[in-house]
């Protein structure tokens, strides 16, 4: 079976999975520079939080291998990567990871400030490649998290299997391999706690019906798509026969209190998942969550062109384009931590405490203290 990657990479050479055209085609698009990565982010043909940090990082990594940048100064080398990286983080604004990402890379280089810039250039790209390397493994241990706390909270064994539902796309083709949420999903299906994967369609880009399908079905998950409208029937009708013991869903940012913004569709699959009595399960790498926020209600919230809802995936058109009806299409949706169980991160799986809220210092204990001092 071959492995599903949403990005190939090689010191100098970056190549990027062009996701509009799945299930489809495989293409792969060479990306060599800051504008490729950002086009190939902003045009989702790249998307997921943690593969957008990883190809803008790994973008603009290729970018000064081959020399791009021509200040004399060391100062001026690392203001133009800087800038650099300012523009790429305009190319899709909710997700925190890549913020994150930048501000890991602004200040690796800043070490090798004094050092000449050949020094700057190469802190940059081991910092790039370090990023994309410690993806896999982050998600490695976010299935296992997760898997161990669906064991402890919903009695999953190989002997108990459970079903569980997921949203949009968390899996390889959202990172540098395994997946966050579908992550978890593959690590219950190698325990044998796995009875089905119920998918939604995820509109309107649909990365559910035409990435999340394409990875369950292509690993041999038992799996069923939905429409993202079928989900409270799903509940009502199917819980009991597939013992649907959990949502589990990816996220673009996890704020202090641990309100998350995820893709839109996500806030309703936690309330329906509250009203049937069936846990609700966040699994973020530490990298989406970000502690400098207070709430949600601090999270910018992207919204993109009408087209990608009047047309199919952005493609085939679903509205007769004279009929001018306004359309609103925000990119995600914030969930309120009331209606989230647990996120499971690569450090652990954190649960709200007695007085409901989440405390993230188990994890993070230097970035939790820092914004509080
Ligand atoms: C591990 S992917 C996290 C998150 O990102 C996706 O958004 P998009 O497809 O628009 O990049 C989705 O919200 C996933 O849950």
Redesign the pocket.
């Known amino acids: 079976m071959s492995l599903l990657q949403a990005v190939k990479y090689q010191r100098g050479k970056l190549e990027v999975l062009d996701q509009l055209l799945l299930p489809h085609e495989f293409h792969y698009d060479t990306v060599s520079t800051r504008q490729e990565a950002f086009d190939s982010i902003a045009t989702?043909r790249v998307?997921?939080?943690?593969?957008?940090a990883i190809v803008a990082s790994l973008g603009l990594a290729v970018e000064l291998h081959n020399n791009s940048i021509a200040g004399t100064s060391d100062g001026e080398v690392i203001a133009q990567i800087d800038e650099a990286l300012d523009y790429l983080k305009e190319s899709?604004p909710t997700?925190v990871d890549l913020t994150n990402a930048i501000n890991q890379l602004k200040a690796t280089i800043r070490t090798a400030e004094g050092k000449g810039k050949d020094a700057i250039v190469q802190a940059f790209i081991e910092e790039a490649e370090r990023i994309f390397e410690k993806d896999l493994q982050s998600n490695l241990s976010i299935g296992e998290h997760g898997a161990q706390w669906l064991q402890a909270r919903a009695g999953a064994s190989p002997d108990h299997k459970i079903s569980v539902l997921t949203?949009?796309?968390?899996g390889a083709l959202?990172?540098s391999g395994h997946?966050?949420?579908l992550g978890i999903i593959r690590t219950l299906q190698s325990k044998g706690y796995l009875k089905h994967a119920f998918c939604t369609e995820t509109r309107p880009?649909n990365?559910g019906s035409r990435l999340t399908a394409f990875e369950l079905v292509h690993e041999g998950i038992p799996s069923t798509l939905i429409t993202d409208s079928m989900a409270a029937a799903l509940f009502r009708t199917k819980k009991a026969e597939n013992n649907i013991a959990a949502v589990i869903?990816?996220?673009?940012r996890v704020v202090r209190n641990g309100d998350t913004a995820?893709?839109i569709g996500t806030y309703q699959l936690a309330v329906l998942a509250k009203h049937h009595g069936i846990k609700f399960i966040v699994a973020?790498p530490t990298t989406?969550i970000d502690l400098e926020t207070e709430t949600g209600d601090g999270i910018k919230i992207e919204e993109r062109k009408r087209e990608e809802l009047t047309q199919i995936s952005g493609a085939v058109r679903v509205a007769t384009a004279d009929q001018r009806i306004d359309v609103w299409n925000p990119?995600?949706d914030v969930t309120p931590a009331e209606f989230i169980d647990v996120v499971v991160t690569e450090k652990g799986a954190v649960e709200k405490g007695p007085d409901g809220t989440f405390d993230f210092s188990q994890i993070l204990p230097e970035r939790w203290a820092k914004v509080v001092g």
């Open positions: 989702m998307r997921g939080a943690p593969a957008i899709r997700a949203h949009c796309n968390t959202a990172t997946g966050t949420a880009y990365q869903v990816g996220a673009d995820n893709k973020a989406s990119a995600f």
